[in-house]
């Protein structure tokens, strides 16, 4: 049923940290790697070795430049995944039911023997989460490695998504978001976790924690400055060199 | 958005063709016998058609009958129902009118009714995406409803009300573009709100996820054709309201009124085919476009 649950028992989701991601899109192919052999219709390429690869991705990671009024630039690497947003639009919008969002734990899933391949619940997501794979032509999204959390076959720290298992700078916390108690929401808590575009109103489950503020430098501390400065008052051999060549 | 030619004909396509039996289920006209056959066949064979193409844009068409199941959520569950319903309805009044020479008020009232409510709940389907400010206007609703009225008056030889509808038409649609330009600014979505790294300075997108193309920049990021923006919405409207109605005007003459229909058809199919094409959604931001 494609009408979203009133509340869920749990919020399982992901915290991700922007301060620490280092954006080596480790998480992206650990993700494709797992969910390629697991849950659900291999994520496809097409033209891999060609011209023009296109492949489905659950995961994937934006670069952007952050040039503040005052100071040095700075670069935010940006993972991007579902949400799981508590009120999903591009559930409500399914006209089969193969999507829905599960009562027990808030993980939104296509349940890919109903999808028709329509693509509205793409068209109804501001966040570019779900994909139609080119092979199978049923909408794709992260399951939030449903096939791996409750896996009792795995050993108890493989229990996590792939993603939050492999990032290798502990970006990426998995967790109930709707338990104010747990780790992940102390961690919201603590660092002002916040939703990616509010305005929409899709209560997204998933966080992120921005990036703390940097050292602030004095205006003649800054790389460029400090070259500058020796630009203007060279000392030593360079102070030669300049009184020998003004005199020319 | 990238204007799948397959959605443009169905929204098109059917919207005249429920236009057209919308006005016969009014009575205007109320033929019988052959002349009903005629008239009913052509609404049906634009209704349906639409609906055929519809079913090309799906990745799995034979699992479409599933697609009747979450009326209570989807408007485009809802619109498949809507259009079943009409059609059935109205093939009941069709055979009154073409069999027994017999026109069903009730049943005929019901089906124009439902037509329209068919219109409506294919607006709906891109009315509801809050993700495509250009869309996520009651302007959605109203210009395909009069598109239909429009087209259906033309169809169904209604000059009196063709005129003026045509004319409402081009205005609408006018509007509806100029408020369209702005929607996207006015939604308050912006590469800073999709980040949430505003607050730290003006953000720009450095590197993309993937140096190749995607489903999603295919899809959601479509950019050919805004160039020849203005020149094709100059040709919609010539095409959509402009010409029939001129058309309309001279002395009444089956090619003519056959033109009308042929130009007012290709200016909704241009129209339609920017109402795609211009829509911006907001998971460009993330790729850098937009804003």
Not at chain 2, 60 to 72: D, L, S, V, Y
Not at chain 2, 108 to 116: F, T
Not at chain 2, 185 to 196: C, K, V
Not at chain 2, 258 to 266: E, G
């Amino acid at each position: 049923m494609t009408c979203l649950p009133k509340m869920t028992d749990k919020k399982l989701g992901l915290v991700i940290d922007l301060d620490t991601c280092v954006g080596c899109h480790a998480c992206v192919v650990s993700c494709k790697g797992w969910n390629t052999e697991n849950y659900g219709a291999p994520l496809a390429d097409q033209d891999a070795y060609g011209e023009m690869p296109v492949g489905t991705f659950l995961n994937r990671v934006h670069s952007y430049e952050v040039q503040p009024e005052d100071g040095l630039a700075q670069l935010v690497h940006l993972p991007k995944s579902c949400l799981h947003c508590d009120d999903a639009p591009c559930v409500t919008v399914c006209p089969t039911g193969a999507s829905y969002k599960r009562t027990e734990d808030g993980i939104v899933l296509v349940n890919e023997t109903d999808c028709i391949g329509c693509g509205l619940c793409a068209w109804a997501c501001p966040y570019g989460a779900r994909e139609l794979d080119g092979a199978e032509k049923v909408m794709k999204k992260c399951t939030l490695c449903v096939d791996r959390i409750y896996n009792e076959n795995l050993p108890q720290e493989d229990r996590i998504p792939a993603c939050v298992r492999t990032c290798p700078s502990g970006a990426r916390h998995f967790g109930d978001l709707g338990d104010p108690n747990s780790d992940v929401s102390k961690l919201v808590a603590e660092r002002g976790g916040m939703d990616l575009m509010p305005e929409l109103g899709t209560k997204p489950v998933n966080k992120y924690l921005p990036p703390r503020p940097k050292d602030q430098l004095s205006s003649d501390q800054t790389p460029t400055q400090s070259l500058q400065a020796q630009a203007d008052n060279p000392a030593g051999f360079f102070a030669w060199l300049d009184r020998t060549l003004e005199k020319l | 958005m990238h204007p799948a030619p397959s959605v443009i004909l169905f929204t098109s396509l059917s919207g005249v063709g429920f236009g057209l039996l919308f006005f016969l289920g009014l009575g205007m006209p109320a033929p019988v016998g052959l002349n009903a056959f005629i008239f009913y066949a052509i609404g049906y064979v634009f209704a349906v058609g639409g609906l055929l193409f519809s079913t090309f844009h799906l990745g799995h068409p034979e699992r479409a009958i599933k697609a009747f199941t979450q009326w209570r959520s989807s408007w485009l569950s809802r619109e498949a129902w809507l259009a079943v319903i009409a059609l059935c309805v109205t093939g009941v009044a069709a055979v009154g009118q073409i069999f027994f020479e017999t026109r069903l008020a009730i049943v005929s009232y019901a089906g124009a009714a439902l037509c329209l409510l068919t219109v409506f709940s294919t607006a709906m389907i891109y009315r509801q995406l809050a993700t495509v400010p250009r869309w996520h206007t009651p302007m959605t609703p109203v210009l395909f409803l009069t598109y239909a009225v429009a087209g259906g008056a033309l169809l169904s030889g209604q000059v009196g009300i063709a005129q003026p509808v045509l004319g409402l038409l081009g205005a609408l649609q006018i509007f509806a573009w100029i408020q369209g330009d702005g929607a996207f600014a006015r939604s308050g979505s912006t590469l800073a709100s999709a980040t949430g790294l505003g607050t730290n300075g003006s953000v720009r997108a450095f590197e993309p996820p993937h140096t190749g193309t995607n489903y999603l920049l295919q899809e959601f990021v479509y950019v050919v054709g805004r160039k020849h923006a203005a020149k094709l919405r100059l040709i919609a409207i010539i095409l959509l309201s402009g010409l029939p109605i001129v058309l309309l005007v001279l002395p009444f003459n089956h090619m003519f009124a056959a033109l009308a229909v042929l130009t007012h058809v290709a200016g909704v199919l241009v129209s339609r085919w920017l109402f795609f094409a211009q829509a911006e959604h907001v998971v460009g931001l993330y790729y850098g476009k937009r804003g």
